[in-house]
Each structure stands twice: as C-alpha cells, then as structure tokens.
C-alpha cells in the first residue's frame, strides 16, 4: 500500500502543477468580487485533479467490488457537470438536471435503497415502490450538501476526510477490513489537494470549485448507500458522520424559505460563516473547531448505536437536528441583533 500511495502522490503532485498553470492561460479561474474573500484569481480545478487521481487508483489497485468502481466512474462524471458550472455559471435547474444524470445512471446499475434499516421497536422500514426515488433524492440533497458548505479554505476537503475516516472506522467495527483499507485510497488524493488549498508551506493555492464539491457529496452519498445496501451496515449509525453537512444544509433551507429568501441564491447563512462571524475565528481554528464538532457528533452516534441499538440513534439523530436548528436560529438572530 505504501508503493501505491507513494505513486499515488507522485502523480497528484504533478497533476496539480501542471493543471495550475493550464488554469492561468484559460483562465479557469475564480476571480475576487466583493462576495469572496480571496484577493487573487485561483484556479478551481481542486475537482478535476481529484477525479483523475480516482480514475489513476482504479488502475493502480485491483478493487474487488464492481459498485465501487463504478462509484468513481460516475463520481468524475458528475464532476465534469460541476466544471461546466464553475466556468458558465449555469442555473440551479440546469444544474440539478445535469447532476442527476449520473445519479439516475447509477441507480440503474442496481445501486439503490429498498429500506432505511430495521429498528428495534418498529422494526423494518421498507420503501417499496417510492425505493427509487427515495434514493435519489437523498443523493441530490448530499450532493447539494456538500456544495453548500464550500466557502473556507480547508473545510470541505477537511470534511470529506473526516467523515471517510469514521466510515473507515465503522467498517472496521462491522468487520468489513477490505472496505476499511480502501477508504485510505478515497481520504489520499483528497488529502494532498488540502495541502495546495491551505498553501501549506507556501504551494500555490487550488480551490475545489464546484466540481469537487459535488463529486466529494457524489462518492459520499453513494458510498453510504452501497455500506449498507452491499455490506449491511447499519444505516442508522451510518447517517452520524454527515450529520453537522446534512443539518446545515436542511437548517439553511428552513430558516430561508421561513424569511421568503431564495434557497438557490448564495449567502452567508451558514454555520461556518455564522460561527466566524461570532467567534471571530481564523480559517484554521474555524476548520478545526467544525471538524471537532462533526468529530463529536459522529462519536455520540456510535456509542448511542452500540449502547442503545438502532432506534435509539434514529431517534438521536432526529432530535439533534432540531437542537442545531434551535442553535442556529439563536445565531442568526444575535448577528443580527
């Protein structure tokens, strides 16, 4: 693994710099305005070299199972949709409908929801003909997600390894060992772009742009449906690790349809945005203090499945949502008072 890995590096490290000064001279870039803090036009091809770091590990490694590797074909798929939208800017519904052709596409190749689990109490929650279109929601709403988050340097991508990371640990706990070294290939590339995006040790900075954004929110959410579907693993602990991207997304739509605001315009209502704001914090301890957080959130959701059982962390899960919309709403309206 580590002669992979090392190849692995080798071959991201060069994709960036040389797709970095292609950006310049075709200016794929993403320039200031006054809704933007960055001060220099940056390349966002974060997404792109992460897809084809994805596509080179499909290569490098023989992956076992037949769902995985088209998650990833489909996952550079969708991230070619996002390029199209990082340069032309296209509308939500044309977005929503070029997202969901890989998704639709997916789904069809068997990769769906025919339940959301079985619960102690009530036991089985079957889906029955609405299985497909369950599944497809829930995979635009993840994808969706993930793009809301991206604005800070470092969070989204800090994120996706944070929430890989505990799937890494729940498959090791269901005893799914093969699955679990495999999450190391998904955290890597991610891993090494978070290096350019936070100009560690002075690397030209790459954003991730909507390409990598929705491929990050593509892979996560199919990768949770096919731990369950393929390998059973329980649902209602899986739901844990994007628990604070999944509330502030639900959260952020909520309070703004209850103001009479566009859920589609862009703004500074989310929670990193609303936490900065309060707390005054840099980037790096608002990263820190965000990847704590959904740390905590995902910590409380394994011990509350493994001591309490299933229902018990649906029902947690539930409950915390409403507690962070309660917090939320308490924010918004201190900075605004």
Not at 23 to 49: C, E, S, V, W
Not at 184 to 189: G, L, N, V
Not at 265 to 271: F, R
């Amino acid at each position: 693994m580590l002669a992979n890995l090392f190849i692995l590096f080798l071959l991201q490290i060069s994709i960036l710099i040389l797709l970095n000064k292609f950006a310049y001279k075709l200016d794929f870039l993403d320039h200031p305005n006054k809704r933007k803090t960055h001060m220099q036009p940056t390349p966002y091809i974060g997404g792109l070299t992460i897809s084809i770091s994805y596509l080179f590990i499909t290569y490098l490694i023989n992956i076992e199972s037949f769902f995985i590797n088209l998650i990833i074909f489909y996952g550079i798929l969708i991230s070619l949709v996002g390029i199209i939208d990082d340069k032309f800017d296209i509308n939500p519904i044309s977005k929503l409908i070029l997202q969901s052709i890989p998704v639709c596409i997916l789904i069809s190749k068997g990769l769906y929801l025919n339940d959301i689990g079985e619960y102690e109490i009530i036991g089985k929650i079957y889906l029955g003909n609405y299985n497909l279109i369950f599944t497809f929601l829930c995979s635009l709403l993840i994808i969706n997600a993930f793009n809301y988050l991206d604005g800070v340097d470092g969070l989204l991508s800090s994120l996706f390894i944070n929430i890989c990371s505990s799937f890494m640990i729940l498959c090791y706990l269901f005893d799914e060992l093969y699955m679990s070294q495999l999450f190391i290939y998904f955290i890597f590339p991610v891993f090494i772009f978070f290096l350019f995006n936070i100009s560690f040790l002075k690397l030209p900075k790459i954003f991730l742009g909507d390409s990598g954004s929705t491929l990050l929110g593509f892979l996560t959410g199919f990768l949770m449906i096919f731990l369950y579907s393929k390998l059973n693993i329980d649902p209602s602990v899986l739901i844990w690790p994007v628990g604070l991207i999944i509330y502030d997304f639900l959260s952020t739509n909520i309070l703004r349809i209850l103001k009479k605001k566009n859920i589609f315009s862009s703004g500074t209502d989310h929670i990193h945005h609303q936490i900065s704001k309060k707390f005054n914090l840099n980037v790096f301890k608002l990263n820190l203090l965000i990847n704590i957080l959904n740390y905590l959130i995902t910590l409380l959701g394994i011990v509350i499945y493994f001591s309490l059982g299933s229902f018990f962390s649906l029902v947690g899960f539930i409950l915390l949502f409403f507690l962070y919309l309660y917090y939320k709403l308490y924010l918004v309206n201190k900075i605004s008072s």
